[in-house]
């Protein structure tokens, strides 16, 4: 790389709304974790998104504090990466405010994920999951991102993004990057064990349907030995297959095989026996991130430290960024 060439910059974040699910690992963050060895790799846990439904104070911190602490158990190095909490760096909700002024009331009603998480939680249609989305085009393009690793959930999220960016630049000359998303050729959307044509989600109110990647060996066997599949007997990847689809998604991402040798591997052998892999599988490719999260909580004070330093060093990278917005549209300077 020529020596002016500044390293493209990624950035993502993710929800405290409880322990991480092997979708978010496969979705995501083993995706964070690799991109850090090519790329400035910002990441930090969205806990001013996670207020958009109403949380327990006490809970809600704790459940910070491990989200953070899992993202390091997942890979993250928070020397080579900025780690940090997304209410520790003003910034964020600062441009949000400049942003939500060049977002249309009707893009933002077309949100899916709002429309969903309006209809689940009817009785606190608050403005903040309205425009949720706002925020996190600020998440993005207060770093001036370049690529954002996300899940194929977040698309339209990360189209918004694109799109105020274009739009703020034609209207004050040219500001922000116009970030690209980054999806996983394979697990982009890991289904629910139980009803495989839906994602599997961190809020799913059947525990079965879900592995979470805290979850010890005897309860991802019971987990996967449940998980719904159908009537026919073949292992193959196939329209209407949704179930065994999801399985033989899963069993790739956590082997590194691709699905067609795990399609060979399992040719003529029955469901059961199957489902006893992918279990087995999954167990050993999450038991080093458990083992790690436990030494990690055993050790406040240094998690402590880290998310402080990387706070101030997200605060210094944004900083420019937004303070060249707010000259951009004719705020007064006072430093
Ligand atoms: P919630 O249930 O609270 O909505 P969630 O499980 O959808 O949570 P998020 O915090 O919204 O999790 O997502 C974190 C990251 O994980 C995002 O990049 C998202 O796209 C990705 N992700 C979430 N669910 C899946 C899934 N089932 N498969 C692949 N990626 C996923
Ligand atoms: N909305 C995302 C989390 C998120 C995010 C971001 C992801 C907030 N800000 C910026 C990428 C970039 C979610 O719910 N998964």
């Known amino acids: 790389m020529a020596e002016n060439e500044r390293k493209k910059v990624i950035l993502s974040g993710i929800q405290p709304t409880g322990v991480f699910t092997l979708g978010n690992y496969v979705g995501a963050i083993r995706n964070w974790d690799t991109l850090q060895e090519e790329f400035d790799c910002i990441y930090f846990i ?191 990847f196939a329209e209407g297959k949704d179930g065994i689809n999801n399985l033989l998604t899963i069993y790739s991402c956590a082997t590194g095989k691709t699905i067609e040798e795990a399609e060979r591997e399992f040719a003529g052998k029955g469901y059961g026996e199957f489902k006893l892999a992918v279990g087995e599988a999954v167990a050993d490719y999450l038991e080093p991130v458990r083992t790690k999260f436990a030494q990690l909580m055993d050790d406040k004070a240094y998690l402590k430290e880290c998310w402080t330093d990387g706070a101030q060093r997200a605060f210094r990278l944004s900083n420019k960024v937004f303070t060249k917005a707010c000259r951009k549209i004719g705020f007064v300077d006072y430093r």
């Open 46 to 236: 969205a806990d001013q998104h996670a207020i958009t439904v109403r949380k327990d104070p006490v809970k809600f911190r704790q459940q910070t504090v491990e989200s953070y602490a899992l993202t390091l158990a997942c890979g993250i190095d928070p020397k080579r990466s900025i780690a940090f909490i997304q209410s520790h760096n003003p910034n964020h909700s600062q441009l949000s405010w400049i942003l939500g002024c060049v977002t249309q009331f009707g893009e933002l009603s077309r949100m899916t994920q709002f429309k969903d998480k309006a209809a689940k939680h009817a009785d606190d249609i608050n403005a903040g999951l309205f425009t949720y989305p706002v925020l996190m085009a600020a998440d993005i393009l207060t770093y001036n991102a370049d690529v954002v690793p996300i899940g194929d959930d977040q698309r339209q999220h990360l189209e918004l993004a694109r799109n105020i960016a274009v739009r703020f630049n034609q209207r004050y000359g040219d500001m922000f990057t116009v970030p690209e998303g980054y999806y996983p050729k394979v697990g982009a959307r890991i289904k629910s064990l139980q009803e495989p044509t839906k994602k599997m989600s961190k809020s799913d109110d059947n525990p079965n349907a879900t592995v979470f990647i805290l979850d010890d060996k005897d309860t991802i066997m019971r987990k996967f030995k449940r998980a719904v599949t159908d009537s026919d007997s073949e292992i193959r």
